[in-house]
């Protein structure tokens, strides 16, 4: 059988990095479930992106000073490589320049930081509170959006999955079953937030009007005994 | 797989004949696995989600109503089980029940294939062996590919971010990087090593 997909090499890399939308993810999946080309080369790239991610540090050192080093990082030996590698200057005397101009750096650092101590401590502190809020929760990111039920039984018209949102939110879904459904809004660390059972597949928030702080938050629709849909949406 | 080979298959199935059971779960086990595993992380859940998903085709086959209620392809419906079991498991999952698989008897008395759904086992064992030949294929790549190739995979940046790196347009790594994965597979098929995946 003659496979007809033309991009072949950025369907598979997307589709390993779950970059693909649901739909299409599901149509590729039906799709090399019979193509031994597709499947051969998604094999492949699976094992290559493993075998280099877990591999290159002691299997090939040398390719590593052109990647970014993501253990320690010396600023003396990022300037020394790139003035030896970019400009090809003689390596003793980039080595010089690079302490001159790493020293230089660290004065103004050390000028600046510790000249703003209180104003730096507590701006560190809001940034830290700040962040936490985004941070995700990995069971719901897994099943985020993912269909529990056919879209003739059920259809989520909005938000979409990441919306931002500043003052108000509308949830609205399409659901024939007889079943009354519940929309729950979390907070990233799955607090239950909010809880409404609208006769209307719709539900309003104020995120303003709730005082909901910048942040990730998620939200499900559930029967009474299942999880229909899960997803989220930021608040600015 | 071709149709007439799906419903050679589906037939000798149905007479009984295991070792067609066998061929289809070789045939279609990796291709499952990969799209369980596109979803679930633990690797025994993902185990059985594999040997829940061909018992229930296989079943479904050997009793006929398969090919009663047929509405699709094998594969089409093979998809379908597998997407319908992944969701059942999030269900379960959340609502915070345990995995229960009850695998038929009729299905376990058959113990050479249900061992070689077990084959995951050795997975880890399988990727010690091919360490060795993963790191000649990539050595006989040249240097330009194999630059492209760890920055994407070990330093996971993007095609834009790796052109500005070396220098080199955004479709000249793109590229590289298929050119690089056309070898490699090249290398691979000579080779034989069919024992890699």
């Known amino acids: ?236 | 797989m071709e149709i007439a080979k799906e419903q050679e298959i589906i037939n000798r199935i149905h007479e009984g004949d295991s070792s067609a059971e066998e061929e289809l779960i070789k045939l279609l086990y990796p291709r499952v696995k990969m799209i369980v595993g596109s979803r679930v992380a633990e690797h025994e859940v993902r185990r059985e989600i594999i040997n829940d998903i061909f018992v229930s085709v296989i079943l479904k086959i050997r009793d006929g109503s398969y090919e009663n209620e047929r509405e699709s392809t094998l594969i089409s419906y093979l998809n379908g089980v597998a997407r319908f079991k992944i969701q059942n498991y999030y269900r379960r999952y959340y609502r915070k029940i345990k995995m229960e698989v009850n695998y038929s008897e009729e299905f376990t008395d058959n113990k050479e294939l249900y061992d070689y759904i077990k084959l995951d086992v050795e997975e880890n064992e399988e990727i010690e062996q091919n360490k060795k030949f993963w790191k000649e294929m990539i050595n006989k790549l040249k240097p330009k590919y194999k630059n492209v190739l760890f920055l994407r995979y070990y330093d996971d940046l993007s095609v834009i971010e790796i052109g500005n790196k070396l220098n080199i347009s955004p479709q000249k790594v793109s590229d590289y990087l298929k050119y690089s994965k056309q070898l490699l597979l090249k290398e691979i098929s000579e080779n034989k090593n069919e024992n890699i995946f």
């Open chain 1, 1 to 236: 059988m003659e496979c007809k997909i033309t991009n072949r090499s950025e369907l598979i890399e997307n589709y390993l990095r779950r970059e693909l939308p649901e739909n299409e993810m599901n149509s590729f999946e039906e799709h090399f479930l019979n193509c031994n080309k597709c499947f051969a080369e998604l094999q492949l790239t699976q094992q290559l992106m493993g075998f280099i991610k877990s591999e290159s540090k002691e299997l090939f050192p040398e390719y590593l000073h052109i990647s970014k080093t993501k253990e320690t990082f010396s600023l003396v030996e990022y300037v020394k490589n790139l003035l030896s590698i970019r400009w090809a200057i003689k390596p003793g005397l980039s080595y010089a320049f690079a302490i001159a101009f790493s020293g230089l750096i660290i004065i103004t650092i050390y000028n600046t930081t510790f000249n703003n101590d209180s104003a730096n401590s507590l701006n560190t502190g809001q940034t830290e509170q700040l962040s936490s809020n985004f941070i995700e929760s990995p069971d719901l990111e897994s099943i985020i959006n993912q269909e529990f039920r056919s879209e003739e039984v059920l259809k989520v018209l909005s938000p979409k999955v990441g919306e931002e949102v500043k003052n108000k939110l509308t949830f609205k879904w399409n659901s024939t079953t007889s079943e009354k459904l519940t929309i729950k809004i979390l907070s990233n660390k799955e607090d239950l937030l909010a809880e409404s059972t609208p006769v209307n597949n719709e539900y309003e928030l104020d995120v303003v009007a709730n005082n909901y702080k910048a942040g990730l938050y998620y939200w499900k629709l559930e029967s009474k005994d299942n999880l229909l849909y899960v997803g989220k949406f930021f608040v600015k």
